[in-house]
């Protein structure tokens, strides 16, 4: 059986895409922990706005001819909406990292004064249960 060259190529993106998605992983792995705020809000807000602006420049830009005259809806809908999404993504996680604050792990508790028990003296009675007679 003869492989296509197209199979080859999509074989070795989706190789590589996988790779490159397990290292990301890997390294984001041992982060601070940071809760979402208000970084991150306004980050997300940002770049859904910037990201916004910028799939509809790219999806209304045909040309200098032809500028703002869409042949095909479909292209500037899927420009813009991959715009807002990645600017949401991209922003928030721009925002929550730059200036989200970490959260520090509590101290150890301190450790307490233990009284060394010394063993009573040979031959002494304790206070212990002993059977009755």
């Known amino acids: ?41 306004g980050g997300a807000a940002v770049g859904t706005i910037v990201g916004g602006a910028l799939g509809i420049g790219i999806g209304g830009y045909k040309g200098l001819d032809n500028c703002c005259h869409q042949d095909n809806e479909t292209e500037a809908v899927i420009a813009d909406t991959t715009g807002v999404a990645g600017g949401f993504l991209l922003g928030g996680i721009i925002g929550h990292y730059a200036c989200d604050p970490v959260v520090e792990a509590p101290p150890p508790p301190p450790a307490s004064a233990a009284v060394p028990t010394t063993p009573p003296p040979a031959g002494a009675v304790t206070a212990s249960k002993t059977p009755s007679q």
């Open 1 to 41: 059986m003869k492989l296509r060259s197209g199979s080859l190529c999509s074989a070795a993106s989706v190789t590589l895409a996988a790779l490159v998605c397990a290292v990301t992983v890997m390294g984001c792995a041992n982060q601070p922990r940071r809760p979402l705020g208000m970084c991150a809000i």
